[in-house]
């Protein structure tokens, strides 16, 4: 352990450690200085350090790249003075949530770093989305963080039958996922949620009027993010939080509220699909053929888990509909996946034809 202790003593409340210590000492010998990024905008970024929060610039770190830039959650080696400072690299991160970009290329952009829990907020204003869950889970999982998911303005649904069987429909689309019902504005549930996120860092995710600034505020225990009310006719809100700010929870732990994610693209996440439908993956190893489609081809256990009421059609359609999305992704960059997928179509396009031809032949 090469850092002083009054940087521990500092940095220890943002998940300072002896092993971020340890990474970090090649930086200390150059006399630069450790800090955890909490919010990053235009090029700049807050940094809290052993003497407090300061303000640096990101141009040191590969800046077109957006898997590369300085993000929320970073631990980064900073200049130790200067005007202005600058962050001048950032250390190895341990996870990092990452969607894929709006543009046409295929690119991912990193949303939080170093996450150990990603907390999926979901409105119980509105009709359950479980396709945008599973979108959500898929992601949390790649990341390598421990997902959980929090159905928010639970006091909507006075009902406890009701809101029983809404849990229920959420733990089938998230095998393996506490579920949690939590009214922020009453503080109900919120205990749970507060042990959960008592340690190591959380990112607060979820689509705009999903009550994440209201959650945020409740386990802060201080009304440190602006509050919007959603529209009546559809529970949507607009964008409160606007950057991505990392807040130190007085129970313990960090949390890194992010702005309403209305684009939720996958990234070169396929293992986190698998663990999203875990059931799927399980039922397809019982398949009759290795590369089954689970469509139309005998002996496959995955079709006939649906057609006996075991597995819901609409998992499967997901599932299709994430994997066939994370493919195409992935496809943009790699020759090899670009020569599958293409191989693919054409025997599918063979396969429809001759299934078209025999049909003709049988009218004839």
């Given at each position: 352990?090469?850092?002083?202790?009054?940087?521990?003593?500092a940095?220890?409340?943002?998940g300072?450690?002896?092993?971020?210590?340890e990474?970090?000492?090649?930086?200390?010998a150059d006399?630069l200085?450790?800090?955890?990024?909490?919010r990053?905008?235009r090029?700049?970024?807050d940094?809290?350090?052993?003497?407090g929060?300061v303000?640096?610039?990101?141009?040191?770190?590969?800046p077109r790249?957006?898997?590369?830039v300085?993000?929320?959650?970073?631990?980064?080696a900073?200049?130790p003075g200067?005007?202005?400072?600058?962050?001048r690299?950032?250390l190895p991160?341990?996870t990092a949530?990452v969607?894929?970009?709006?543009?046409?290329?295929?690119?991912?952009?990193?949303l939080?770093?170093?996450?150990?829990?990603a907390?999926v907020?979901v409105?119980?204003?509105?009709?359950?989305?479980?396709?945008r869950?599973?979108?959500?889970l898929?992601?949390?999982?790649?990341?390598?963080?421990?997902?959980?998911?929090?159905?928010?303005?639970?006091?909507l649904?006075?009902?406890?039958?009701?809101?029983?069987?809404?849990?229920?429909?959420?733990?089938?689309?998230?095998?393996g996922?506490?579920?949690?019902?939590?009214?922020?504005?009453?503080?109900?549930g919120?205990?749970v949620?507060?042990?959960?996120?008592?340690?190591g860092?959380?990112?607060l995710l979820?689509?705009?009027g999903?009550g994440?600034?209201?959650?945020a505020n409740?386990?802060?225990?201080?009304?440190v993010?602006?509050?919007q009310?959603?529209?009546?006719v559809?529970g949507k809100?607009r964008?409160?939080t606007?950057?991505?700010n990392?807040l130190?929870?007085?129970?313990g732990?960090?949390?890194?509220?992010t702005?309403?994610l209305?684009?939720v693209?996958?990234?070169?996440?396929g293992?986190?699909v698998g663990?999203?439908?875990?059931?799927i993956?399980?039922?397809?190893e019982?398949?009759?053929?290795q590369?089954?489609?689970?469509e139309?081809?005998?002996?496959?256990?995955?079709?006939?888990a649906?057609?006996?009421?075991?597995?819901?059609?609409?998992r499967?359609e997901s599932?299709?509909?994430l994997?066939?999305?994370?493919?195409w992704?992935v496809?943009?960059?790699d020759?090899?996946?670009?020569?599958?997928?293409?191989r693919?179509?054409?025997?599918k396009?063979?396969e429809?034809?001759?299934a078209?031809?025999?049909k003709?032949?049988r009218?004839?």
């Amino acid at each position: 352990m090469t850092s002083t202790s009054a940087e521990f003593s500092a940095l220890a409340p943002y998940g300072w450690d002896d092993s971020w210590a340890e990474a970090f000492a090649p930086f200390e010998a150059d006399g630069l200085l450790p800090g955890r990024v909490v919010r990053v905008d235009r090029g700049q970024c807050d940094v809290v350090t052993a003497d407090g929060t300061v303000r640096a610039d990101t141009e040191f770190v590969v800046p077109r790249d957006p898997m590369k830039v300085v993000c929320t959650g970073d631990w980064v080696a900073l200049d130790p003075g200067g005007d202005p400072r600058y962050v001048r690299a950032y250390l190895p991160r341990r996870t990092a949530f990452v969607r894929s970009t709006s543009s046409k290329r295929s690119e991912g952009q990193i949303l939080a770093a170093n996450v150990d829990h990603a907390v999926v907020a979901v409105s119980l204003a509105v009709e359950l989305d479980l396709g945008r869950v599973e979108r959500f889970l898929a992601l949390a999982w790649e990341s390598g963080a421990q997902p959980v998911v929090v159905l928010t303005k639970a006091d909507l649904v006075p009902d406890p039958l009701t809101l029983a069987h809404l849990v229920q429909d959420v733990e089938t689309s998230a095998p393996g996922v506490p579920v949690l019902t939590v009214s922020a504005l009453h503080g109900d549930g919120l205990d749970v949620l507060v042990a959960l996120v008592g340690s190591g860092t959380s990112v607060l995710l979820g689509q705009s009027g999903a009550g994440k600034s209201t959650l945020a505020n409740a386990l802060v225990g201080a009304d440190v993010m602006d509050v919007q009310a959603a529209r009546d006719v559809d529970g949507k809100g607009r964008h409160t939080t606007t950057t991505r700010n990392l807040l130190a929870l007085p129970s313990g732990g960090v949390l890194i509220d992010t702005p309403g994610l209305r684009g939720v693209g996958l990234f070169d996440a396929g293992t986190g699909v698998g663990q999203v439908f875990t059931e799927i993956e399980e039922l397809a190893e019982r398949c009759r053929f290795q590369d089954c489609a689970h469509e139309s081809e005998p002996g496959c256990a995955v079709r006939s888990a649906v057609d006996n009421g075991e597995l819901p059609q609409r998992r499967l359609e997901s599932y299709r509909k994430l994997l066939r999305e994370n493919q195409w992704i992935v496809a943009k960059t790699d020759a090899r996946v670009r020569a599958e997928l293409r191989r693919e179509w054409r025997r599918k396009g063979a396969e429809g034809k001759a299934a078209m031809e025999a049909k003709r032949g049988r009218w004839a």
